[in-house]
């Protein structure tokens, strides 16, 4: 029997539902990849057993302190593969019906020229070539899990703002960042209802690995939905594991799980929307669409280009499909703006009114920002552009990739969308290089532009040597080139310290560390009655309640933002402090990075006179010698 099963796998494939052609694989061959799948995972389990060595390798760079923090990765990256180990190995049968593990011949000329995802025959794959792609797939994950938790334990700053917010709801049952002040300082909805209900199920408090680990599982399942999606867009198993490793090795990638924002639940809903799109998944599509809308803000975008192109393809008598697959998604989103309005006074997110009234940006620097991080994607150098030139840059970016992908049509409003994203912040002129959750709209681009390069070689005219080749070199550069140098570069968003897409670390982070140093002291030499003002609110006001914190940049004090903008001669850099604020408010404390104050509240004679240094840490992050706390002088309480 199992000889006849084997034998079949060359005919055309029947049209049975997964789970009756999963339930027919034979019971040897299910224990093969199984044990496969678990020889892999304890292969992966080893290099996390010589932990000694690389503490001390990064205690050299970095001091015994922050590498303290390499055995908790470690235990937890052990925990994720064992996991994930066991969910593969058993569910694979399941699994990899599901994602289309087999071959399909599909006729390049005939895609691009009907611009439709149309399949020829389809035939089962032997067992050897899915005991290989499942092998490989496998190896995949357990990369996917090594480079996501190798890392140092530290969010992005802006991410505590909404920990903290997290655990009142928990601890006192109101979303505010100081009870009873109502601040919609929530950006991303989804992301932060998925904490509350992780946490409250789980009794798990320790906010922001909640959080990364949220972020996690994301990219475990937008492996698999990748892989789906590459899959059906282009007809080959290798295709789509090639599309998959460029994820696995993306450097932004990488560093969005521990940043512990939305961007891996943005890049996750967006494979969903675009398997969805290709697989002509109408509810779907409309789920994703709208729980994009609940992620980011300018997720209306494509919300508005989507149904858009939804009421175009769709006649008049198909409108109650159309309805019945758009109704309960968008039911959840109007009710949920409306809880928010009711609540905060708004819709309007707090971090938009805050980058357009405070950062100071040149005309096009989001342009030559956005220009940055494509190019970095798909060469690996950054290389930033400015003024014009950066738009122009840009503008044939998209040209280009536009070429590569426009004759996919499930993509076309996905790709239409972005350009209008890209307009909007450019129009905005939205300083989005320090805020790099905005770029996960373009994280899907490098996976889908490089194997649709693959997809055009194999169905070009070119000598089956020269193609081979081709395709050989492009694997090549994308796979190591790209990573290499994305890895060995500081990128827009974030330097790198290792060599490997392992624990990064650079001066922007180093600021993090500080700021829970000065957290730590805080409590203990502050009293309840006190105001401490501070530029960057987030990590410094998790777990602190001991008094008052004025937040600068206005993120959770809206008062703040009536002192801005800054008078040109007191501005340095995209962020000042207003020099009034001293005046007006005589806070007890003052924490902040020195180039945010040096040419404004640092000349103020008033200040000079009133203040002194508390304490000092050195860092050069945003071109600043260190991070300053003052404190008000005796003689003048």
């Known amino acids: 029997m199992g000889k006849q099963a084997c034998a079949a796998t060359d005919a055309p494939e029947a049209d049975l539902p997964a789970r009756s052609r999963s339930s027919n694989v034979p019971l040897r061959e299910s224990l093969i990849l199984s044990g496969a799948i678990v020889l892999i995972g304890l292969l992966f389990l080893v290099p996390s057993l010589f932990d000694k060595p690389l503490i001390n390798y990064f205690s050299v760079q970095l001091g ?24 593969f190995a058993m569910l694979h049968n399941q699994l990899l019906p599901l994602i289309g593990m087999k071959e399909e011949d599909i006729e390049g000329k005939r ?84 904490l509350i209900v992780t946490c409250f199920l789980t009794g798990w408090r320790e906010i922001p690995v909640v959080s990364q680990t949220i972020n996690l599982a994301w990219e475990v399942a937008s492996l698999f939905v990748l892989f789906a999606l590459l899959k059906r867009l282009f007809g080959k198993v290798q295709l789509a594991l090639f599309g998959c490793a460029i994820h696995v090795m993306s450097a932004y990638a990488i560093l969005e799980v521990m940043r512990g924002k939305e ?68 039911a959840v989103v109007g009710l949920s703006l409306m809880t928010i309005a009711l609540y905060c006074g ?92 905005y770029l996960s ?38 796979l190591v080139f790209v990573p290499f140098h994305a890895y060995m570069q500081p990128a827009p968003y974030s330097g790198v310290y290792s060599r490997l897409p392992i624990f990064y670390w650079d001066n922007l982070d180093d600021r993090l560390r500080m700021y829970e140093e000065a957290r730590e002291y805080l409590k203990k030499v502050s009293s ?62 003052l924490l902040t990075m020195e180039c945010m104050i040096r040419n404004g509240v640092a000349k103020d004679e008033y200040f000079k006179r009133n203040y002194e240094i508390e304490c000092f840490w050195q860092n050069d992050a945003f071109q600043s010698n260190g991070i300053y706390l003052f404190k008000k002088r005796q003689a003048a309480r």
């Open 64 to 87: 015994a302190d922050l590498c303290s923090a390499i055995p908790a990765a470690l235990a937890r990256y052990r925990i994720w593969v064992a996991l994930t180990t066991t969910l």
């Open 263 to 330: 961007g891996c639940s943005m890049m996750l809903l967006l494979f969903i929307y675009l398997l969805a799109q290709t697989a002509n998944l109408a509810r779907t599509k409309a789920w994703a669409t709208c729980l994009i809308c609940l992620t980011r803000a300018e997720g209306f975008i494509l919300f508005a280009t989507t149904l858009a192109n939804e009421l175009r393809q769709k006649s008049i008598i198909a409108g109650p499909s159309l309805i019945r697959a758009w109704a309960v998604p968008l």
């Open 528 to 589: 309840p009655n006190d105001t401490i003002a501070v530029s960057e609110v987030g990590i410094i006001s998790y777990t602190f309640r001991r008094c008052k914190i004025f937040d600068l940049l206005g993120m959770v004090t809206p008062e703040a933002l009536t002192l801005y903008p800054v008078p040109l001669p007191a501005r340095y850099g995209a962020y000042s402090i207003p020099p009034q604020y001293i005046r007006l408010y005589k806070p007890e404390r």
């Open 441 to 478: 709209w373009w994280a899907p681009l490098p996976p889908l532009v490089f194997t649709a390069i693959l997809h055009r070689i194999n169905h070009s005219h070119l000598n089956s040597r020269i193609a081979g080749s081709g395709q050989a070199i492009i694997a090549l550069y994308s």
């Open 111 to 194: 895609l691009e020229q009907a611009g439709a995802e149309e399949g020829g025959q389809s035939v089962v794959l032997s067992f050897d070539k899915r005991l290989i792609y499942t092998c490989v797939l496998a190896v995949l994950l357990n990369l996917l899990l090594l480079t996501r938790t190798w890392q140092f334990p530290y969010c992005i700053d802006d991410a505590y703002i909404v920990f903290r917010i997290v655990d009142n709801a928990l601890s006192l049952g109101a979303p505010d960042f100081d009870p009873g002040i109502h601040v919609n300082a929530i950006a991303s909805l989804s992301h932060f209802l998925a």
């Open 346 to 437: 708004t819709i309007v997110p707090q971090g938009a009114i805050v980058k357009s009234t405070v950062f100071h940006a040149p005309i096009f620097l989001c342009s030559s920002f956005i220009f940055a991080q494509v190019l970095n994607s798909f060469v690996g150098i950054p290389c930033f552009v400015e003024g014009a030139l950066g738009l122009t840059a840009l503008i044939l970016a998209y040209l280009l990739m536009g070429t590569l992908l426009w004759p996919y049509a499930s993509l076309r409003p996905y790709l239409i969308s972005l350009i209008l994203v890209s307009a909007f912040f450019i129009a905005g002129n939205a300083l989005i290089a320090y805020f790099p959750w």
